[in-house]
Each structure stands twice: as structure tokens, then as C-alpha cells.
């Protein structure tokens, strides 16, 4: 299924900057950035389980803040793309 990651986090303390390089991390390992805080992965119910176990750990739920948005399996007729930054297709190999 495909999930759209998106977070927040409060880089005013070098605290902050270092959660977010962490956040960015993790979700890197598991998708594509296509938006400066925005990842989209291709995971399974244990996946994105062990993915927010992972960030829940990093973030401070008092200062940053995450959201997943489930878009299933037939995401390609729910999701469009407009503009300069070129589309990916998550589900096959990233070769450059």
C-alpha cells in the first residue's frame, strides 16, 4: 500500500535540527522524498508499523508532529502531479 509521510518538526534548538535530520533518515530508508517533509512508500502493515515505532521514538510529541495518510493500493488514480519536480515511480527500481 502506499503511504504519504509527512512531518513537522521544531528545528528553533539544535535538539530539533538533529530530530530532523533522524526523521528524515528513517523515512528515507523506507521511501522516496517528494516534498521537503513529504515521503512516499510502498510498505506493508508490519512495515509502517516498525516505521512509527522508529520516529515515534525520535520525535518530541510536544514540539513536532507526524502524519501518515493511507492512500491503499490503487494510489495511482489518487494521486496526481503537477509541476517542475519530476514524478518517481515508487514501486520500481531507482536507477540513475
Not at 32 to 52: A, G, H, M, P, Y
Not at 59 to 80: A, C, H, M, P, T
Request: aromatic residues 8%.
Amino acid at each position: 500500500m502506499l503511504v504519504l509521510i509527512t512531518y513537522d518538526v521544531n528545528t528553533e534548538t539544535a535538539d530539533g535540527k538533529a530530530r530532523l535530520r533522524k526523521v528524515a533518515k528513517i523515512c528515507t530508508n523506507y521511501g522516496v522524498r517528494v516534498q521537503n517533509s513529504v515521503f512516499e512508500c510502498i510498505v506493508d502493515s508490519v512495515k509502517i508499523l516498525e516505521i512509527k515505532r522508529k520516529l515515534n521514538k525520535i520525535i518530541n510529541q510536544e514540539k513536532d508532529s507526524l502524519r501518515f495518510y493511507y492512500l491503499g493500493n490503487n494510489y495511482d488514480k489518487k494521486v496526481e502531479h503537477i509541476g517542475a519536480k519530476e514524478t518517481i515511480n515508487v514501486e520500481k527500481p531507482l536507477i540513475f
